[in-house]
């Protein structure tokens, strides 16, 4: 028997057929040390990916992971912000209340800068010369003079905040996962400017963003993206996530928006013109793949991740030994 095809339902399985982002694991590579992680940046400039791993930094090459190097004694490590025009680096350590500040050449550590409780996310604005810390336990920013590491002020923002980004203009913007809201903020002058719902999202974690459009990307737990005008406020649309969020990156070489989710996920939505937003992957990655990274000139993305057992004493899973390791994933 001929079997015949509809020649919308033909088109339908060629547009299928040829969508996707391209992406597949490239290789993996082992980062040892016992203990948890969080964030991971890359320093684009020298090729050095900054990977939070128990109470160290561990600092790899990102083309082979070959470690370079360790920076240790920052207990509760959640995240590095780099600010190579200063040389330094800043590490936000979450049991201590503190940054670290280390040498971005030597990786040693030159000292302390008392923050609010719990710092978490950390991130440079290079446009006005900062460091901001995110403190999940005090509900605030503090806000750090980059090039001397002393303290510029403190911004109450009325919630406990997940992450942060800046725009290169002297704006952030922070969400507060318990409001569910993106906040704008004025670090300079220590103000939030704009408080915003991020309805229907709920629980806020990922936020990234692109500059030239203007449009903020932010990763909720009811496993929603929220694409807002970054300076309106107003939601521009929602899209499909996976479940567990924690980063989100986006890449101004392919439009490519990321979406890392713990669930072994990370969603793939392409930005295109006049606020036309697809998903166009969902990348099978790694159970507990849930933080990111992206070097936006080889378009390879930073997957840390773990095999996890069950806490006998509760709260949340152990790491099992000699498991923690980095995916990478590119089109290469």
């Given amino acids: 028997m001929r079997l015949r095809i509809p020649l919308f339902a033909l088109c339908v399985t060629l547009l299928s057929a040829a969508s996707g982002s391209g992406y597949r694991v490239l290789r993996t590579f082992p980062v040892s040390g016992p203990g948890g992680w969080d964030y991971v940046t890359l320093d684009a400039g020298t090729g050095r990916l900054f990977v939070t791993h128990g109470d160290a930094v561990v600092v790899l090459d990102a083309k082979n992971g070959k470690e370079l190097g360790r920076i240790t004694d920052t207990p509760g490590v959640h995240g590095v912000a780099l600010v190579p025009a200063a040389g330094r680096g800043y590490i936000s350590e979450g049991k201590a209340d503190a940054a670290a500040i280390f040498d971005l ?21 290079l446009h006005d010369g900062l460091v901001l810390t995110f403190n999940g336990h005090g509900n605030d920013a503090t806000v750090i003079e980059a090039a001397t590491g002393k303290v510029h002020g403190t911004i109450a923002l009325g919630g406990r905040p997940e992450f942060a980004v800046a725009d290169g203009q002297g704006h952030v913007y922070a969400n507060l996962e318990d409001k569910s809201e993106l906040l704008q903020l004025d670090p300079r002058a220590l103000k939030v400017t704009a408080r915003w719902p991020l309805a229907p999202g709920e629980s806020p974690s990922a936020l990234t963003m692109d500059p030239a459009s203007r449009r903020l990307f932010v990763g909720c737990h009811n496993q929603k993206l929220v694409v807002l005008n970054a300076d309106t406020g107003k939601v521009v649309t929602t899209l499909p996530i996976g479940k567990g ?21 990370t969603t793939v ?32 993305i930073f997957l840390p991740f773990a095999e996890l057992q069950p806490n006998p004493a509760g709260g949340w899973p152990k790491v099992v030994p000699g498991t923690f390791s980095i995916l990478v994933m590119g089109r290469n």
Avoid: N, W, Y
């Fill in 269 to 300: 939505i392409h930005e295109g013109k006049g606020d036309h937003f697809e998903v166009v992957d969902m990348l099978q990655t790694r159970r507990s793949a849930r933080t990111m990274e992206l070097d936006p000139a080889t378009h390879e």
């Fill in 245 to 265: 969020v924690d980063a989100a990156r986006f890449d101004p070489g392919t439009h490519f928006v990321f979406a890392s989710c713990g669930d072994g996920t």
């Fill in 105 to 125: 050449k030597t990786l040693k550590k030159l000292g302390t800068v008392p923050t609010g409780k719990g710092p978490d996310a950390i991130i440079a604005d």
